[in-house]
C-alpha cells in the first residue's frame, strides 16, 4: 500500500483497510475509521485558513457584512420587514444557512480535489465529504457561541428556549452530510454538478426566509398552494424557522417543523447511502 505525503496529513499506518475490502455501511465507517477522519478533518480545517491573517474569525465576518446589507436596504431604507433587534434576527437565520451553504459548495470537489488519494488508495471515500461538514460545523458552533449570548442578552425570553434549538443541530447535520455525500459523488461523475450549484444557490437564498419572516411575505396569504410549496419544497425553510424560533423569538419550535427536520434527515440520508454505494466502486476510474 502506497505511504501518503506529510501534506495530506494521512499515513498508510493510519488506513487500516483489509486486503479485500467489502462495502460497509456508509455510516458505520465514521466511528470505524474516526482516527482517520479525525486526520483529514484537521488537514481540512488548516487548508481552508491556511495564509490567513483572521483565520476563524472569517466565520463571523461574512455573515456580518451580509446583516449589514440587509438591515440597511430591508429594515432601515425600504422598510419592508418590521422585526426588533432585526439584525440579530438575519445572523440567527445566516447561522443555519451558512453551514448549509459552505458544505455544498465544498463538497462539490471535496473527491475530486483529493484524486490522487483516492486513486492510490482504498479506503472509505465517503470520509472526504464527512471532513468537509465536520469543518463547516466548527464554523457554525463559532458562530453559534457569538450569537446565543448576543440573543440572551437582547431577548430575555430566549433564556427558557435556547437549549430547544440544540437538538435540531443533529438534524440539519445529518441533512448537509446526506447532501455532502450525494454532491461529492455526483460531481465525480458529472463535472457541471459543481456550475450547477453554484448557479441554484443564489435563488435558494433568496427563498429562505433568512432575512425574511415567511409568513410576512406580501400577497402570501392570496396564494396559499404557491406558500405551502415554496416553505415544506425548500428542505432548509423548516430547519431555519425551527432554530431560529427558540433561539431569537423565545418560543418552541412548531412541531410540524421539528417531525419535518427529523424525517427529511433520515430520508436524505438514506438516499444518499444508496447513492454513495451505487457509485462508490466507480471513483477512481472516473477521476
Known amino acids: 500500500m502506497p505511504v501518503?505525503?506529510?501534506?495530506?496529513?494521512?499515513?498508510?499506518?493510519?488506513?487500516?483497510?483489509?486486503?479485500?475490502w467489502q462495502p460497509v455501511n456508509v455510516y458505520v465507517d465514521l466511528f470505524r475509521y474516526n482516527d482517520l477522519l479525525l486526520n483529514l478533518f484537521r488537514r481540512e480545517l488548516r487548508v481552508k485558513y491556511r495564509g490567513s491573517m483572521l483565520g476563524l474569525a472569517w466565520t463571523l465576518i461574512n455573515p456580518l457584512v451580509l446583516m449589514a446589507v440587509y438591515t440597511?436596504?430591508?429594515?432601515?431604507?425600504?422598510?419592508?420587514v418590521s422585526v426588533k433587534y432585526y439584525p440579530l434576527f438575519v445572523l440567527n437565520g445566516l447561522l443555519t444557512w451558512m453551514f448549509f451553504q459552505g458544505t455544498l459548495q465544498m463538497s462539490c470537489t471535496s473527491l475530486l480535489g483529493q484524486a490522487n488519494l483516492v486513486k492510490q488508495v482504498r479506503f472509505p471515500r465517503q470520509l472526504l465529504p464527512f471532513s468537509v461538514v465536520a469543518t463547516n460545523a466548527v464554523t457554525m458552533l463559532v458562530m453559534l457561541g457569538v450569537i446565543l449570548p448576543l440573543n440572551?442578552?437582547?431577548?430575555?425570553?430566549?433564556r427558557?428556549?435556547?437549549?430547544?434549538?440544540?437538538?435540531?443541530?443533529?438534524?440539519?447535520?445529518?441533512?448537509?452530510?446526506?447532501f455532502a455525500i450525494i454532491l461529492a459523488?455526483?460531481?465525480?461523475?458529472?463535472?457541471?454538478?459543481?456550475?450547477?450549484?453554484?448557479?441554484?444557490?443564489?435563488?435558494?437564498?433568496?427563498?429562505?426566509?433568512?432575512?425574511?419572516?415567511?409568513?410576512?411575505?406580501?400577497?402570501?396569504?392570496?396564494?396559499?398552494?404557491?406558500?405551502?410549496?415554496?416553505y415544506w419544497g425548500n428542505v432548509v425553510t423548516p430547519f431555519v424557522d425551527a432554530i431560529r424560533d427558540p433561539l431569537f423569538f423565545g418560543e418552541l419550535p412548531r412541531f410540524s417543523?421539528?417531525?419535518?427536520?427529523?424525517?427529511v434527515a433520515a430520508g436524505a440520508l438514506a438516499v444518499a447511502a444508496l447513492v454513495f454505494r451505487r457509485v462508490d466502486d466507480q471513483l477512481a476510474a472516473q477521476l
Do not use: C
Open 72 to 80: 440597511i436596504v430591508f429594515s432601515v431604507l425600504w422598510k419592508a
Open 160 to 178: 427558557t428556549t435556547f437549549w430547544a434549538a440544540l437538538p435540531l443541530l443533529i438534524p440539519l447535520a445529518g441533512l448537509v452530510t446526506a
Open 152 to 158: 440572551l442578552i437582547f431577548v430575555p425570553a430566549t
Open 257 to 263: 417543523n421539528v417531525v419535518y427536520a427529523f424525517g
Open 185 to 230: 459523488s455526483v460531481t465525480v461523475m458529472f463535472r457541471d454538478v459543481e456550475h450547477l450549484i453554484s448557479t441554484v444557490l443564489l435563488p435558494w437564498f433568496i427563498l429562505t426566509p433568512i432575512f425574511y419572516k415567511f409568513d410576512q411575505l406580501p400577497g402570501i396569504e392570496f396564494h396559499p398552494t404557491i406558500a405551502h410549496v415554496l
Open 4 to 20: 501518503l505525503g506529510r501534506e495530506s496529513g494521512v499515513t498508510s499506518t493510519t488506513i487500516r483497510t483489509p486486503l479485500h
